[in-house]
């Protein structure tokens, strides 16, 4: 069944952050995605211009209309309007036809522009919502606002810590329980854009549908958080300030349990004449690495290509069109295995799953036979090898933001 999740959230005129963000975010990550609008605000990238808050009775006819319907999965709650609306909110929501809804509070107070979006009334009325949270996803300003994390976790909700407000080129977010203290951490390298518009909302949002299909929440916040990288890096430039995201350009990524068939490397015999050949076909070139013999394309709707000198050709002296003193831009995947049947120079087909290791244990324990069980290999993919009864290559994989937007892209 199709998750559903409702969004409790004030609306962005220009389409960056608020219900607009949450809306992309759900549908993208295969949700449904209901809203009960709690202000209407008339911004765009350099700020907000105006707020019009929507009275509470209507904020509870729309989440009433909504559940007697269609049935809610899990709550995303953001801008929430004023402190009369975060009570009568957190009540509706502690009834019993809500009660087992997962509950993701992102605590809006400032926009990214620097607006401000909640009194301190409303910050106060804040604690009723807490009480109701499955968690909590506050940035560094927000989470002292809130008390800091004692504060928080005192009312029995987890807390996700973003990193994104911290100094330095990392960003952690961190996964604390009220319970364990802190039970998973995440770093990686800031993502250098002033698109950054809706972030906060997008990433509690793809929280939210993550817990309405199922999955546990340290899962679901790691999906979450791939979608948000990826939706930054495809953030399409608009607007003259803080830019929205791209969450419509994050298209096969492999964030999903099922397998996505996103990938495929053929053998070329000159590296030259095939880059000038895909890229006369239309496709992106995304890696260069002649040295390697190695390119990678990207087709418009994200799926990837690459080609690959073959073992052979580079052991002749790296083949026609390629230099042995050409700079690269990557460090290019090694020689594959050879598969039965076929030598050394196939084609090998990509598979690429958010749950890698615990899809190829579902595989191995049924008898499918692996030639490398999943190893993390130094171009930033996670990788499994095998080949199918036809002796074609395949490799099941994770790569996250590492296939389309490795740091080395062209």
């Given at each position: 069944m199709t998750a559903r999740v409702l969004i409790i959230a004030g609306s962005d005129s220009g389409g960056g952050a608020g219900i607009q963000a949450d809306i992309k975010t759900v549908t993208m990550l295969g949700g449904h995605a209901m809203t009960a609008i709690t202000a209407i605000t008339a911004?765009?990238?350099?700020?907000?211009?105006?707020?019009?808050?929507?009275?509470?009775?209507?904020?509870?006819?729309?989440?009433?209309?909504?559940?007697?319907?269609?049935?809610?999965?899990?709550?995303?709650?953001?801008?929430i309007g004023s402190a009369e609306t975060a009570a009568a909110a957190a009540e509706r929501l502690a009834r019993?036809?809500?009660?087992?809804?997962?509950?993701?509070?992102?605590p809006v107070m400032v926009a990214t522009s620097g607006s401000v979006l909640a009194d301190a009334d409303t910050i106060r009325a804040f604690e009723a919502l807490l009480d109701r949270a499955t968690v909590v996803t506050p940035n560094l300003p927000e989470l002292a606002a809130l008390g800091g994390e004692a504060a928080v976790l005192a009312h029995g909700c987890a807390l996700l810590v973003k990193g994104g407000h911290g100094e330095g080129a990392t960003v952690t977010d961190?996964?604390?329980?009220?319970d364990a203290g802190e039970v998973a951490r995440w770093e990686a390298p800031r993502i250098e854009s002033r698109n950054t518009h809706g972030t906060g909302c997008t990433l509690a949002s793809g929280i939210a549908t993550g817990l309405a299909q199922g999955m546990p929440l340290e899962p679901a916040v790691?999906?979450?958080?791939?979608?948000?990288?990826?939706?930054?890096?495809?953030?399409?430039?608009?607007?003259?300030?803080?830019?929205?995201?791209?969450?419509?350009?994050?298209?096969?990524?492999?964030?999903?349990?099922?397998?996505?068939?996103?990938?495929?490397?053929?053998?070329?015999?000159d590296y030259a004449a095939s880059v000038a050949f895909y890229k006369q076909m239309g496709l992106v070139q995304i890696v260069d690495s002649p040295t390697n013999g190695y390119a990678r394309f990207e087709a418009a709707n994200g799926v990837t290509l690459s080609i690959h000198l073959s073992p052979s050709r580079l052991r002749e002296?790296?083949?026609?069109?390629?230099?042995?003193?050409?700079?690269?831009?990557?460090?290019?995947?090694?020689?594959?295995?050879?598969?039965?049947?076929?030598?050394?120079?196939?084609?090998?087909?990509?598979?690429?799953?958010?749950?890698?290791?615990?899809?190829?244990?579902?595989?191995?324990?049924?008898?499918?036979?692996?030639?490398?069980?999943?190893?993390?290999?130094?171009?930033?993919w996670r990788e499994a090898r095998l080949t199918d009864p036809a002796g074609n290559r395949l490799c099941l994989y994770q790569a996250g933001e590492y296939r389309r937007f490795p740091p080395w892209r062209v």
């Open positions: 911004q765009n990238t350099m700020g907000v211009q105006g707020v019009h808050a929507v009275p509470t009775e209507m904020v509870l006819m729309q989440i009433d209309s909504v559940v007697a319907d269609i049935g809610v999965d899990a709550v995303k709650i953001g801008m019993p036809d809500l009660a087992g809804a997962a509950v993701v509070f992102d961190r996964l604390i329980e009220p790691a999906r979450a958080r791939d979608f948000v990288r990826l939706a930054l890096m495809g953030a399409p430039g608009l607007g003259e300030g803080h830019g929205p995201m791209g969450q419509q350009t994050v298209r096969n990524d492999g964030l999903f349990t099922g397998p996505a068939l996103n990938q495929i490397t053929l053998p070329v015999r002296g790296l083949g026609e069109g390629v230099s042995p003193g050409a700079a690269s831009s990557e460090t290019g995947p090694p020689p594959t295995p050879p598969a039965s049947g076929r030598g050394e120079d196939g084609t090998t087909t990509y598979l690429e799953s958010g749950a890698l290791d615990a899809w190829v244990a579902y595989l191995a324990r049924r008898g499918v036979a692996f030639e490398q069980m999943p190893k993390d290999e130094t171009w930033g």
